[in-house]
């Protein structure tokens, strides 16, 4: 079956520009994790949902970062006035369950120059 | 604050060689362990996951309560396993949620 998709897969952005980041989870996936990964580091927790409930918003690292998921099941991961510290990759992830297998997207490659 | 370590950066083996990729966490409990892996190219997968069993490609991993370790071992390693791999426990294990803390990953370089 279909995997975990993210769109766009790479999005170059001018300082201060918004950008919006999607992710379509595999279908039936109750949990939907959002990770921002640095260039040479590990996946770090941005945020979680449990269905369209945000249930963990702790690892956004500011008020530009703003993420959504409506219907409980695609999520937007919204960003506003871009930093360069704001360039990684982010990678959606959904589960059946929240402790069970996450399953990976291809991630969006985002840079802000 | 439940955290995990992965000491090396690069590991590199030659093909044939056993290999152990090393991994210690900090949290008490029982807890869940995966290791994923992202090969060259591609998205990051699950290799193994504690409770399950589950696991690709030959590679094993005890929990050693004691040591707080969840090593990654391989008998014989092979070209095709040179990736990038992530030790990862969850956080809030027991709970509900389980968002993945990664650690910051082992390159693991097999040479022909």
């Known amino acids: 079956g279909a995997g975990v998709s993210q769109s766009p897969r790479y999005k170059v952005a001018k300082r201060g520009q918004d950008v919006a980041l999607r992710c379509d989870p595999i279908s039936g996936h109750v949990s939907l994790f959002w990770y921002q990964q640095a260039l040479g580091q590990g996946p770090e927790f941005l945020t979680y949902f449990q269905n369209e409930a945000q249930l963990d918003k702790s690892g956004l690292p500011s008020d530009r970062f703003f993420a959504e998921r409506p219907e409980g099941s695609v999520s937007t991961l919204k960003i506003q006035r871009t930093q360069q510290e704001d360039s990684a990759v982010y990678l959606c992830?959904?589960?059946?369950?929240?402790?069970?297998?996450?399953?990976f997207g291809p991630g969006t490659r985002l840079l802000v120059l | 604050a439940q955290r995990v370590t992965q000491p090396e950066k690069l590991l590199s083996v030659f093909k044939g060689a056993p290999v152990e990729l090393k991994c210690n966490y900090s949290?008490?409990?029982?807890?869940?362990l995966f290791w994923y892996v992202q090969y060259s190219r591609q998205r990051l997968q699950l290799l193994l996951r504690h409770i399950s069993r589950e696991s690709i490609k030959g590679f094993t991993a005890d929990l050693n309560k004691g040591e707080t370790s969840f090593h990654l071992k391989k008998p014989f390693a092979q070209e095709e396993d040179s990736a990038m791999y992530y030790c990862a426990p969850p956080h809030n294990y027991g709970g509900s949620q389980g968002n993945l803390i990664f650690g910051k990953g082992t390159k693991l370089s097999v040479k022909p």
């Open positions: 992830a959904s589960s059946f369950l929240g402790q069970e297998t996450q399953y």
């Open positions: 949290y008490s409990g029982s807890p869940e």
